[in-house]
């Protein structure tokens, strides 16, 4: 299969070995796409060729290219023969980093071996775990996916323990936009600068994977988005969920996640919002899909919902955000593990209203003072503000530090003021509002300030 998939654009494994001035045990004309110098149990293996004897069970071995080893090996020998993989020797007096080296240059110089021509060929049929191992053997330079949330979907090469999530440039790294998440590559500028070109084949190689997913994904999540939406309105089944995965007693939270604001009446502006709730939603699906549970999602309005069971609420929440263009916010429900759609729904309208750009904010994780007013509608809550807070925007700016301190000393600290400065603003406060050692005072002075920061969101 491998030999159907690649044909002429990769050297077979005889061929290989053959050039370095070695003789082949077990000819093969498998084509070896790449090097595995050590075990890598989540790596495809297919045209790998493998430096290690490996351990264990060699039947997962079997759609690897063959084998290069230091001394004979009977196993190894038997599966080879079986299999049709190709196995040789090489002088144990050589270092494996040496032969390592010199199969790469072999592999991907551009005189014998793999041209260039033949190396971009690999890149358009290679799987994309491959392709970071292909890359890497090819460059010299360690390479590592990186997903918007920070995950490291694949890495070649010694990587760092951090890596940069958004398209950018820095002494001693690249990161290039690869669809769902970020392709970097470590090492000199210089080098990084001669690569350049083949880095960006790859990436947009993945840009363009990532897309034909997305498409796929998005094609079978509307049934799901019909059923959410069914469930919301109350007018569908909760046990059609179990189509979806979601078994009975699972636990799940249903989330509204909502762009940054695109401001303007006209046209263009509403286009601009549509573009974005959709960029909203196939980057949540590409999360919830990565996160491998059950999820459903829903379109609604300028808003995104989204109803996944879930393991850790918190975490996966904040995730999901990190996952979304900067400045989005999300609010979501209590867990629930019962068919209440509809409360979990009202619970995540009221969440998102109090949560702030950039913030995941969780029902549970409200103030009884904020879900109370949240009850409100803006009018009410503007009303507050304008019959409680009658103040100038110094004074207002004044209480609300004053409110937020340990005393005078420390507000007046934070606004950089004298503190006699400050007793003198807020004796004209209390003048307005009433004495603010009053507790009726204080608790109307508190709902305001909190109903205005509702509102400003």
């Known amino acids: 299969?491998?030999?159907?998939?690649?044909?002429?654009?990769?050297?077979?494994?005889?061929?290989?070995?053959?050039?370095?001035?070695?003789?082949?045990?077990?000819?093969?004309?498998?084509?070896?796409?790449?090097?595995?110098?050590?075990?890598?149990?989540?790596?495809?293996?297919?045209?790998?060729?493998?430096?290690?004897?490996?351990?264990?069970?060699?039947?997962?071995?079997?759609?690897?290219?063959?084998?290069?080893?230091?001394?004979?090996?009977?196993?190894?020998?038997?599966?080879?023969?079986?299999?049709?993989?190709?196995?040789?020797?090489?002088?144990?007096?050589?270092?494996?980093?040496?032969?390592?080296?010199?199969?790469?240059?072999?592999?991907?110089?551009?005189?014998p071996g793999l041209a260039l021509a033949g190396l971009l060929d690999l890149l358009l049929k290679l799987p994309d775990r491959p392709l970071l191992e292909v890359l890497h053997q090819a460059t010299g330079l360690p390479l590592a996916r990186v997903a918007p949330w920070g995950e490291v979907l694949g890495f070649a090469g010694p990587v760092p323990p951090q890596h940069p999530k958004e398209p950018g440039t820095s002494r001693g790294w690249l990161a290039l936009e690869a669809g769902e998440g970020v392709l970097v590559a470590y090492g000199e500028e210089?080098?990084?600068?001669?690569?350049?070109?083949?880095?960006?084949?790859?990436?947009?190689?993945?840009?363009?994977?990532?897309?034909?997913?997305?498409?796929?994904?998005?094609?079978?999540?509307?049934?799901?988005?019909?059923?959410?939406e069914g469930l919301i309105l109350g007018e569908a089944e909760p046990a059609r969920l179990f189509a979806?995965?979601?078994?009975?007693?699972?636990?799940?939270?249903?989330?509204?996640?909502?762009?940054?604001?695109v401001p303007g009446r006209h046209r263009l502006a509403e286009e601009r919002r549509r573009e974005a709730t959709l960029e909203l939603r196939r980057r949540a699906g590409t999360y919830l899909d990565r996160l491998g549970v059950p999820y459903l999602l829903a379109v609604r309005g300028n808003r995104v919902a989204a109803m996944w069971q879930v393991h850790s609420p918190k975490r996966e929440a904040e995730s999901l955000l990190a996952a979304l263009p900067p400045g989005s916010r999300l609010g979501y429900s209590a867990v629930h593990a019962d068919t209440g759609v509809q409360e979990a729904y009202r619970e995540a309208l009221i969440a998102l209203k109090a949560a702030r750009p950039g913030e995941a904010l969780s029902f549970t994780g409200l103030d009884p003072v904020a879900f109370v007013l949240l009850q409100q509608s803006p009018e009410d809550l503007r009303a507050l503000v304008e019959r409680y807070l009658p103040l100038p925007p110094k004074l207002l700016r004044t209480l609300e530090v004053f409110m937020a301190s340990g005393g005078v000393e420390e507000a007046a600290a934070r606004l950089n003021i004298h503190p006699n400065t400050l007793r003198y603003r807020l004796k004209r406060i209390e003048e307005a509002l009433g004495p603010l050692s009053r507790p009726e005072v204080l608790a109307r002075v508190h709902l305001a300030l909190r109903a205005r920061d509702l509102l400003l969101g």
């Not at 079986?82 to 032969?99: H, I, N, Q, S």
């Not at 979806?244 to 604001?261: D, I, K, N, R, T």
């Open 1 to 111: 299969m491998v030999a159907e998939n690649f044909g002429q654009s990769a050297i077979s494994f005889t061929a290989l070995v053959q050039g370095l001035g070695l003789e082949a045990l077990v000819p093969s004309e498998r084509p070896v796409l790449y090097l595995l110098p050590e075990p890598r149990p989540l790596l495809p293996l297919e045209g790998a060729l493998l430096l290690f004897r490996p351990e264990g069970n060699l039947w997962r071995y079997r759609t690897a290219s063959g084998f290069l080893l230091p001394a004979p090996d009977p196993e190894v020998l038997a599966l080879a023969q079986k299999e049709g993989l190709g196995l040789a020797l090489y002088p144990p007096w050589l270092r494996r980093e040496e032969v390592e080296k010199a199969l790469a240059q072999r592999l991907f110089a551009l005189g």
């Open 190 to 228: 210089e080098v990084l600068g001669g690569v350049r070109g083949l880095l960006e084949v790859a990436a947009r190689v993945l840009r363009v994977r990532a897309l034909e997913r997305s498409l796929e994904r998005m094609q079978e999540e509307s049934l799901g988005g019909a059923l959410l």
């Open 244 to 261: 979806f995965g979601f078994a009975e007693g699972v636990e799940w939270v249903l989330s509204l996640v909502e762009p940054p604001e």
